[in-house]
């Protein structure tokens, strides 16, 4: 706004705003950051672009402020702008209705508060930039706890309550242990052969496959945890491969069938 008003019904070309709010050195997307200072401008000011009273665009070269005003050589340098209307053109609340009002700036401080939003602005920037193509030192592993003790292969996938940690056993079906580890046990033995394929913290129950089906697709169960009656997913529905989606509303299959 300073730049506009230092030179009332001239253009401030774009290059020369780039230059003053950016400087040389300072890499933004420049046409797409200057608009947007424009359009917050001209929000402030009640102004549109269509039909302006106080920034005019010229086309491919810049803006320029075409409101009347006066300055005042107080210290605090006062511009007397124009305050804007409502649509049936009657002035603001609290407004004169002389044709301008003044309206105290205190340059500098503006100018500070400028030059410090441009700093953290820049420094937030950097901080992304180092953050993201910074090399970063590749994981390691600090501790580790061994949960079971039985032996016996396990598969995945892995599914926990935050309790206990959910696993199949190729030979013996879906098993459980705590996250402190322990004894494995069966996880639901009552219900025979199933394979895991996902589990939904948000209902508490897995989604399984009936095992032991090689030639056609299996049927798909919602099994309740840690108790409680099974039921055929959606009636009925078979396929090799589920998923809960994350709010366990919907279920993803793959190579699935009615």
Known sequence: MLALLERPGEIATREELRARLWGPSTYVDFERSLNIAINKLRAVLGDQSQNPRYIETVPRHGYR???????????????????????????????STTPATTVPV????????????????????????????????APQVLDFVQLTADGEAKTGPLFSDGVNLFFQEATIGMKQVSLKGGQAAPLRPDLGLMVMLDYSSKRGTLLVKQGGSTVEEPPLWEVPLPAGSPQPLG???????????????????TGGSL
């Open 235 to 253: 009636g009925g529905l078979r396929g090799y491969h589920a998923k809960w989606s994350p709010d366990g509303e919907r279920v993803a299959i």
């Open 106 to 137: 205190a340059r500098s401080r503006l100018l500070r508060s400028t030059t410090l939003v441009t700093a953290g602005t820049v420094t937030v920037m950097f901080a992304v930039a180092a953050w993201t193509f910074w090399p970063q030192p």
């Open 65 to 95: 402020f075409i409101a009347p005003f006066t300055t005042s050589p107080a210290q605090s340098a006062p511009i007397a702008v124009p305050l804007p209307t409502f649509p049936d053109g009657q002035p603001h609340a609290g407004s």
